[in-house]
């Protein structure tokens, strides 16, 4: 099979989110096997929309489903390029080639998505329970098919049948995937630096945060998830930075590079440039972080508190002590996830610290550290002297502000003091574990991490999580380990779906265990309905809606009728009669065009709707009109025309003679008769 790309993020969990049986009104009698594409025709089905390119498998599959919509509610096929598929894909990624996850796209697709320059709405969107046969059969069957995700095995990579398969090969989401060897090392928010075989022991049943970079390159927290065991003995490749790293990963695994696009570790080259991630210890030995959006740093615990929390609380400053600060509830500074992190005011957070402290002198072991800590320091010439200085100058009562001008020009040394406190804080920042990545580059070059090497080491298990909304991690960076496919049509084997430009054929089995989310699309129109028989309780949909979004949301409108044909058959001619019929459409949107849409016979013309001319000949054959509508629909009707010599009636002696067919409408107690003379 040739490599595709995956691109649907890990299924992503509303409680609000719309079930389809919800608003099912008594399901009509399902058929045993049902094809969307069998009642139509002339679908396109080989359309791969550059996902061998990109991880664009999201909007692919709704390019898909479009193509369907607008065949049986405008009966016309549209057409929909590879580049608007693209450009969608990255204007939803936000020029990521990072993957796409469903459920937010969709939100995406209700306020549309250009195709040429008609914007394609949806009216809502309702989850389907992947383990009822029933709701995802209805769901294929009334709406038109299913937008689903799978957690593809890597033993579908070889199947022609994608069937359940029990070996290690079969286990969910193993085809692809951010996959490193177990030795590797992920930074987390609490300040753990832990490989990810210990993150899939400890974590295993419990979410955890990571350094992640959201879209404008922001440090972001981002919830990690799944820590597992994704493949054994997979083919490795070692990557070397010039920072003397080095990674372990697979050769599918992409990493984020410094121009903000994704590269797979196998395309990786000597001076590629990588997103980086740096930290250093700031004032107060707090932790700041290299923010590659602006190229400066900033501290960690604020850029978080910010993102989780919101903003600092406005209050009204009368004081210092009024100020807001944050704080680390569990007394270390380094430790900055999120639900460590809370807002107060300074003088409520000094006294909350020196209670913290007055129980931490009641320990032996804290008061032991603390004076091995502070015999050390008073050990240090340097450290010394400038303590007795600054200690001279609390005891005066007065600041440095206060101090006289003449007596600082003559002590030049207090001016180093400062920058001697930054090297006694990087030291204790060291002493404590903490990374100083960034301290042996200067500030010119500190952007980036460059590639020194790539080279295959054989084979190793390796091991994945996911990532949240951002899908990437301060390791390296997200990669796609799910895909995103389009259902149109099910039978007692099971469902097949349109992915990468062909048709696959699954087993219900599959489908069951392999499927993470599926949604039934209601859109605006879904004109192929009949009014009287739409099986969705639209008053109760937009019911729902309205108490999800907060504001009314009125149902969709009406079915408009189909475009249709109303003529049935043509009347016959005869060779040397003037010819004359009137075409007639109904449904669509006035005004409507008409054309020839065949060969027909060189006296025939059409005018608007008017079929007209004088027959020379014989004729009896199939002629074609199309009319299309306002808005684009079409519909094609084909019809037999019968030209011939005489007229099928023979009247008095033998002379032809040609009786006008005429209609007349009588009016008899109070209903209309045809009666054709």
């Given at each position: 099979?040739?490599?595709?790309?995956?691109?649907?993020?890990?299924?992503?969990?509303?409680?609000?989110?719309?079930?389809?049986?919800?608003?099912?009104?008594?399901?009509?009698?399902?058929?045993?096997?049902?094809?969307?594409?069998?009642?139509?025709?002339?679908?396109?089905?080989?359309?791969?929309?550059?996902?061998?390119?990109?991880?664009?498998?999201?909007?692919?599959?709704?390019?898909?489903?479009?193509?369907?919509?607008?065949?049986?509610?405008?009966?016309?096929?549209?057409?929909?390029?590879?580049?608007?598929?693209?450009?969608?894909?990255?204007?939803?990624?936000?020029?990521?080639?990072?993957?796409?996850?469903?459920?937010?796209?969709?939100?995406?697709?209700?306020?549309?998505?250009?195709?040429?320059?008609?914007?394609?709405?949806?009216?809502?969107?309702?989850?389907?329970?992947?383990?009822?046969?029933?709701?995802?059969?209805?769901?294929?069957?009334?709406?038109?098919?299913?937008?689903?995700?799978?957690?593809?095995?890597?033993?579908?990579?070889?199947?022609?049948?994608?069937?359940?398969?029990?070996?290690?090969?079969?286990?969910?989401?193993?085809?692809?995937?951010?996959?490193?060897?177990?030795?590797?090392?992920?930074?987390?928010?609490?300040?753990?630096?832990?490989?990810?075989?210990?993150?899939?022991?400890?974590?295993?049943?419990?979410?955890?945060?990571?350094?992640?970079?959201?879209?404008?390159?922001n440090i972001v927290a981002g919830k990690g998830k799944h820590p597992r065991l994704t493949r054994?003995?997979?083919?490795?490749?070692?990557?070397?930075?010039?920072?003397?790293?080095?990674?372990?990963?697979?050769?599918?695994?992409?990493?984020?590079?410094?121009?903000?696009?994704?590269?797979?570790?196998?395309?990786?080259?000597?001076?590629?440039?990588?997103?980086?991630?740096?930290?250093?210890?700031?004032?107060?030995?707090?932790?700041?972080?290299?923010?590659?959006?602006d190229g400066t740093y900033h501290f960690t615990h604020e850029m978080i508190s910010k993102q989780?929390?919101?903003?600092?609380?406005?209050?009204?400053?009368?004081?210092?002590?009024?100020?807001?600060?944050?704080?680390?509830?569990?007394?270390?500074?380094?430790?900055?996830?999120?639900?460590?992190?809370?807002?107060?005011?300074?003088?409520?957070?000094?006294?909350?610290?020196?209670?913290?402290?007055?129980?931490?002198?009641?320990?032996?072991?804290?008061?032991?550290?603390?004076?091995?800590?502070?015999?050390?320091?008073?050990?240090?010439?340097?450290?010394?002297?400038?303590?007795?200085?600054?200690?001279?100058?609390?005891?005066?009562?007065?600041?440095?502000?206060?101090?006289?001008?003449?007596?600082?020009?003559?002590?030049?040394?207090?001016?180093?003091?400062?920058?001697?406190?930054?090297?006694?804080?990087?030291?204790?920042?060291?002493?404590?574990?903490?990374?100083?990545?960034?301290?042996?580059?200067?500030?010119?070059?500190?952007?980036?991490?460059?590639?020194?090497?790539?080279?295959?080491?054989?084979?190793?298990?390796?091991?994945?999580?996911?990532?949240?909304?951002?899908?990437?991690?301060?390791?390296?960076?997200?990669?796609?380990?799910?895909?995103?496919?389009?259902?149109?049509?099910?039978?007692?084997?099971?469902?097949?779906?349109?992915?990468?430009?062909?048709?696959?054929?699954?087993?219900?089995?599959?489908?069951?265990?392999?499927?993470?989310?599926?949604?039934?699309?209601?859109?605006?129109?879904?004109?192929?309905?009949?009014?009287?028989?739409?099986?969705?309780?639209?008053?109760?949909?937009?019911?729902?809606?309205t108490e999800i979004t907060g504001e009314p949301i009125p149902p969709p409108e009406d079915p408009?009728?189909?475009?249709?044909?109303?003529?049935?058959?043509?009347?016959?001619?005869?060779?040397?009669?003037?010819?004359?019929?009137?075409?007639?459409?109904?449904?669509?949107?006035?005004?409507?065009?008409?054309?020839?849409?065949?060969?027909?016979?060189?006296?025939?013309?059409?005018?608007?709707?008017?079929?007209?001319?004088?027959?020379?000949?014989?004729?009896?054959?199939?002629?074609?009109?199309?009319?299309?509508?306002?808005?684009?629909?079409?519909?094609?009707?084909?019809?037999?025309?019968?030209?011939?010599?005489?007229?099928?009636?023979?009247?008095?002696?033998?002379?032809?003679?040609?009786?006008?067919?005429?209609?007349?409408?009588?009016?008899?107690?109070?209903?209309?008769?045809?009666?054709?003379?």
């Amino acid at each position: 099979m040739a490599e595709y790309k995956l691109g649907k993020g890990p299924a992503v969990i509303d409680p609000r989110t719309i079930k389809m049986k919800a608003i099912f009104k008594e399901l009509p009698p399902l058929p045993s096997a049902f094809s969307v594409d069998l009642s139509l025709g002339g679908i396109p089905d080989n359309y791969m929309y550059k996902n061998d390119v990109y991880g664009d498998c999201v909007i692919a599959g709704r390019a898909h489903q479009t193509l369907r919509f607008e065949a049986f509610e405008e009966n016309k096929i549209i057409t929909i390029s590879d580049q608007e598929v693209v450009d969608e894909y990255f204007r939803e990624s936000g020029g990521a080639d990072s993957g796409l996850y469903l459920l937010n796209s969709l939100k995406y697709w209700r306020k549309g998505w250009f195709i040429g320059s008609k914007n394609y709405t949806i009216y809502a969107y309702a989850s389907v329970e992947p383990k009822d046969r029933t709701d995802v059969k209805a769901t294929t069957y009334l709406m038109r098919g299913v937008y689903t995700g799978l957690l593809l095995p890597s033993s579908a990579k070889t199947q022609t049948l994608w069937e359940v398969d029990d070996s290690p090969a079969g286990r969910p989401g193993s085809w692809g995937g951010h996959c490193f060897t177990g030795d590797t090392k992920v930074s987390l928010l609490t300040g753990e630096e832990i490989t990810l075989k210990e993150l899939s022991e400890k974590y295993i049943d419990k979410d955890f945060w990571v350094y992640s970079l959201d879209n404008e390159q922001n440090i972001v927290a981002g919830k990690g998830k799944h820590p597992r065991l994704t493949r054994k003995n997979a083919e490795i490749i070692k990557i070397t930075l010039d920072n003397g790293e080095v990674i372990k990963c697979t050769k599918d695994h992409k990493f984020l590079m410094r121009d903000n696009t994704y590269k797979e570790a196998q395309y990786l080259s000597p001076n590629d440039s990588l997103m980086p991630l740096y930290r250093k210890s700031g004032r107060g030995g707090y932790e700041e972080c290299f923010v590659p959006q602006d190229g400066t740093y900033h501290f960690t615990h604020e850029m978080i508190s910010k993102q989780i929390i919101g903003n600092k609380p406005k209050i009204d400053i009368k004081k210092n002590s009024d100020r807001i600060i944050i704080h680390h509830k569990d007394f270390n500074k380094h430790n900055n996830s999120p639900e460590n992190l809370e807002y107060m005011t300074f003088i409520d957070h000094t006294n909350l610290h020196k209670k913290h402290l007055s129980i931490l002198n009641q320990t032996f072991d804290f008061r032991e550290r603390s004076r091995h800590n502070m015999q050390k320091l008073w050990g240090n010439p340097e450290w010394k002297e400038d303590r007795l200085l600054q200690n001279k100058i609390n005891l005066d009562g007065k600041g440095f502000d206060s101090w006289d001008k003449e007596k600082l020009k003559n002590q030049p040394h207090l001016k180093l003091t400062t920058e001697k406190q930054r090297e006694a804080r990087k030291t204790n920042a060291k002493r404590i574990g903490l990374l100083n990545r960034g301290k042996k580059y200067s500030k010119k070059v500190l952007i980036n991490h460059k590639i020194v090497s790539v080279e295959g080491v054989g084979f190793e298990d390796v091991y994945d999580f996911e990532v949240e909304k951002y899908h990437n991690f301060a390791l390296s960076s997200g990669v796609f380990v799910h895909n995103c496919v389009y259902i149109y049509e099910y039978d007692d084997v099971g469902p097949t779906c349109m992915t990468w430009g062909y048709r696959q054929k699954m087993t219900w089995a599959f489908f069951e265990k392999y499927c993470d989310e599926a949604f039934g699309i209601i859109d605006n129109r879904n004109s192929w309905v009949d009014p009287a028989t739409n099986p969705l309780d639209l008053d109760k949909l937009a019911q729902l809606l309205t108490e999800i979004t907060g504001e009314p949301i009125p149902p969709p409108e009406d079915p408009k009728p189909v475009l249709a044909v109303v003529n049935k058959e043509l009347p016959k001619g005869i060779i040397g009669t003037s010819y004359q019929v009137s075409l007639q459409a109904v449904g669509g949107k006035w005004p409507y065009t008409w054309r020839i849409a065949s060969t027909v016979p060189s006296w025939l013309k059409l005018t608007e709707n008017v079929i007209t001319g004088v027959p020379t000949e014989k004729y009896s054959g199939r002629i074609a009109f199309q009319v299309t509508d306002a808005e684009g629909s079409y519909i094609v009707s084909i019809f037999d025309l019968l030209i011939s010599e005489s007229s099928p009636c023979q009247v008095g002696n033998g002379i032809a003679k040609t009786l006008n067919i005429y209609t007349k409408r009588m009016k008899r107690r109070g209903r209309f008769f045809y009666l054709n003379l």
